[in-house]
């Protein structure tokens, strides 16, 4: 048989929040009248309503004992609601956090995307970068440039000696076609060879 005292000890430990959802959980009360079982909200009102009826009846012990197992109910009420509440905010500040990367990768698809459609589809009527014109400086050797013959024809103008016309060439002539050989004696006969047409 067990002792009284482990059979108290169980009894307490039953009383005890074990985690999960308190505000809704039920418990087994064990007060001076009796068994007080429903959820935290609903053993403190019937705490406090033995306690108005001990208090009618002039009993203060009684009146302070159910006024106290009220506020240990109440207490461990307050304390799962502000529990509650910080994993509520929590809540909302890590949803805060992913709405706010989710906007962010919005706002740059959207921007990627009018960039895109921005950009002409010819390659020739993309925008072309700025070109830098130097203009004269005033010293042309120090533009680190080598100076080639082009370039000094280029940059000196009024001093290139003019080209000289380029004569036309003359039509080939075409190649003599092979004449046919002609007998090396005249004719025998006497008969001259009529000439060609």
Known sequence: ?????????????????????????????SGPEGKVRGTPQQIIDKYNQLARDAQLSNDRVATENFQQHA???????????????????????QNRERQAERDRERAERQERE??????PKDP???PQP?????????KDDDNGLVETPESKSQ?????AKPKKPRRPRAPRKPKAEA???????????????????
Do not use: I
């Open 1 to 29: 048989m067990r002792s009284s005292k482990s059979r108290s000890r169980s009894k307490n430990n039953r009383n005890r929040p074990s985690g999960g959802n308190v505000v809704n959980r039920v418990f087994d009360s």
């Open 71 to 93: 506020e240990h109910y109440l207490r461990m009420l307050s304390e799962a609601q502000r529990e509650q509440e910080a994993r509520r905010e929590e809540q909302e500040r």
């Open 114 to 119: 009018a960039v895109a459609a921005e950009a």
């Open 124 to 126: 020739a009527e993309a």
């Open 130 to 138: 700025d070109v830098l014109d130097m203009g004269d400086t005033g």
């Open 155 to 159: 940059a000196e103008p009024a001093e």
């Open 179 to 197: 004449a046919p050989e002609a007998p090396a004696d005249p004719a025998p006969s006497g008969d001259a060879p009529e000439a060609a047409e």
